[in-house]
């Protein structure tokens, strides 16, 4: 059987993207390592308390040997600009999952409105990744397809 295990984000800086992640979204540190061996290479990964089987991989934009300066930079704009990826996160209450983020310090380019799939708001990372937390309605929650 294939599991998700992980899902990666591109950061500009992993120590302000741990701090953002832990003190403001409420995530655990599930793994922090470095290996000298590799440059110095850094695996931090962060996680939902309560969910122990999938993190999201807070990733340092590589420059050259892995990427050249030219995709390297090419890559930062493109997180910087929200484009590189979303993460979806869902909860039972959006309006008071919002209220406590934004309470904590976490900036909302979208409040909470309804959807067809729920209700649904956003913010963006430090490094500019952009998140969407859902309050997925009870037909897209239970695995349906919202069209029963």
Known sequence: MIKVSSAQLWVHDQ???LKYWTDK???EVRQDVS???LGGFRWLTVGPPGQDDISIVLMAVPGPPVMDQTT???VLDLVAKGFAGTVF???NNCQATYEKLKASGVEFTEEPHQMPYGIDCGFRDPSGNSVRLT???ES???GGS???
């Open 146 to 148: 919202g069209t029963e």
């Open 35 to 37: 290996l000298p061996e």
């Open 135 to 137: 309050q997925l309605a």
């Open 140 to 142: 897209f929650a239970d």
């Open 25 to 27: 979204v409420g995530m």
């Open 72 to 74: 390297r930079t090419e």
């Open 15 to 17: 120590e302000i993207a």
């Open 89 to 91: 996160l869902t909860t």
